[in-house]
């Protein structure tokens, strides 16, 4: 079966560069707390479920889209799918959820939203992110699981 | 001179571990000396105390395939019910001297998000993603008939609860609704006969007070609500159409919350509320003493903080009035409380 990909032709932009590595990286005595760029380097390089694309290079994340709270443990994620009708939103976005999931320390709570005005189901595809319990069956389910972790890989 | 102020507090009795990965449920038996939990990791386990320690006395494994929402055990304390996201609801008991699966509940399409046995043990409801609540008659031994399929919801329905006396059942839903639901006794057919409109996002759990005329829902709009039951020809005025009760919210908590709230229990013998949320706190509130019956005031009179160390999926008082809490937790951990207001 092949389905023609929603939006067949995107926009590609350049990637990043790698992070810097500073002298205060290796020194043990400072506490290393969590910050946007970091989290940024944990989703840059998953996937888009469509094309052989990273979501970095069709600038569905950015680090400037991504806000986190080390003392409020907090970390939001915005995404902005490359087309407002992009049938893969809700994967694109469960993806996010499941990398940012596996990565992190437990007590951090993972808000991943799609970026205010960029697709034309925002409020219902935010509702899915946010239900736990949809996510958690979700991944019970492996065909998804399969799909996600392709993404991820 | 030392002036000690006592404040209502929730004191650390014990933390169980042994399931893996998060524990959705916990549900004490009617006598309040054993519970079960469930979760993540497909298992049921059995908990009592030994001495003063609480420890698994059985862990029931192979009843199901997915994880276990939910699970209940029936006013006689002979059965157990589990919901399941395999799309089966399991009855266990220890009939046979250990308790083992006796009859499995087939029809819904897909997860099973919860289940509760009504005041006299002879329904059964169900609920799930498929956005139906069903109501089963215990028929005979192991054996159950489904009475009916109640479709009014148009999102997945998180759970169901029962009137504390009356088989009148209610409905909380990802639709942000609550529904409510009784037999006509002309022609034993179940309908919807309330909608309870007013939340913001899903509805997650919902709790009768012990008079069956009260309801308070919690939901992912970080409120707790207190809905009231308005019979025909009501003191208050209050105009009721075709014969059947009106529901109306007669308090909204907001405020307290800052993340979703994920359940809700109401103790039938000191009317205090309990709340699990997604902040990992657990608190309590208590109806003021001068508060109106039909626009009561609750107070806020302990805050648990990091209850847990991820979010809190359940909270439930104990049956017996002994104020105490069991709680758990996505951190794979189940807590036991004790709560004194002086």
Not at chain 2, 69 to 97: H, M, V
């Amino acid at each position: 079966m092949t389905k023609t990909a929603d939006n067949v032709n995107p926009d590609i932009y350049d990637k990043g560069s790698e992070r810097e590595i500073t002298s205060s990286d290796y020194d043990e005595n400072i506490e290393d707390l969590f910050d946007e760029r970091e989290i940024f380097d944990l989703i840059r390089n998953i996937n888009d479920p469509e094309h052989p694309l990273t979501l970095e290079e069709l600038r569905v994340v950015e680090e400037s889209n991504i806000k986190v709270d080390n003392i409020k443990n907090l970390v939001h994620v915005s995404f902005t799918p490359t087309i407002p009708h992009c049938s893969m939103a809700t994967l694109i976005g469960l993806s996010i959820r499941v990398q940012l999931l596996r990565a992190l320390p437990a007590r951090f709570k993972v808000e991943v939203e799609i970026t205010p005005g960029s697709h034309a189901s925002e409020y219902a595809v935010n509702k899915q992110l946010a239900d736990k319990e949809r996510v958690a069956a979700a991944l019970e389910n492996n065909n998804l699981l399969q799909i996600i972790n392709q993404c991820i890989a | 001179m030392i002036y000690v102020t006592k404040m209502p507090k929730l004191d650390l009795e014990q933390t169980l571990t042994g399931h893996k990965g998060i524990v959705w449920h916990v549900s004490w038996h009617p006598q309040g000396k054993m519970f079960a939990s469930c979760g993540e990791d497909k298992t049921i386990k059995l908990w009592s105390k030994e001495g003063q320690e609480w420890a698994i006395k059985t862990v029931l494994v192979d009843g199901h395939k997915r994880t276990i929402r939910q699970i209940e055990w029936s006013p006689c304390g002979n059965y157990l019910a589990s919901a399941s996201f395999d799309a089966t609801t399991a009855i266990w008991d220890k009939k046979s001297g250990q308790f083992e699966c006796n009859a499995t509940l087939e029809g819904h399409e897909n997860e099973v998000k919860g289940v509760a046995w009504s005041p006299s043990g002879q329904l059964l409801a169900t609920c799930g993603r498929d956005k139906s609540v069903w109501v089963w008659e215990v028929a005979g031994d192991d054996e159950y008939e489904c009475e009916a399929v109640l479709n009014v919801h148009n999102q997945d329905v998180k759970k169901v609860a029962w009137h504390p006396s009356l088989d009148i059942l209610a409905s909380a839903s990802y639709d942000n609704t609550v529904k409510i639901y009784k037999e006509d006794p002309a022609d034993n057919d179940w309908s919807c006969f309330a909608t309870l409109q007013s939340h913001e996002s899903t509805v997650w759990s919902l709790a009768f007070d012990k008079t069956g005329e009260r309801l308070a829902t919690c939901s992912d709009d970080k409120t707790v609500k207190i809905w009231k039951e308005y019979k025909p020809n009501n003191q208050e005025g209050v105009i009721v159409a075709d014969k059947e009760s009106v529901w109306k919210c007669i308090c909204t908590l907001s405020g307290f919350h800052t993340r979703c709230v994920y359940d809700i229990s109401w103790c039938h013998n000191t009317g205090l509320l309990a709340t699990a949320c997604g902040d990992d706190i657990i608190r309590i509130f208590k109806e003021s003493d001068d508060s109106d019956p039909n626009a009561p005031t609750f107070e806020l009179v302990c805050t648990k903080l990091d209850a847990h160390s991820q979010d809190v999926n359940c909270v439930t008082w104990n049956p017996t009035g002994n104020q105490e809490i069991l709680s758990c937790s996505d951190d794979g951990e189940i807590r036991i409380w004790s709560f004194s207001s002086d």
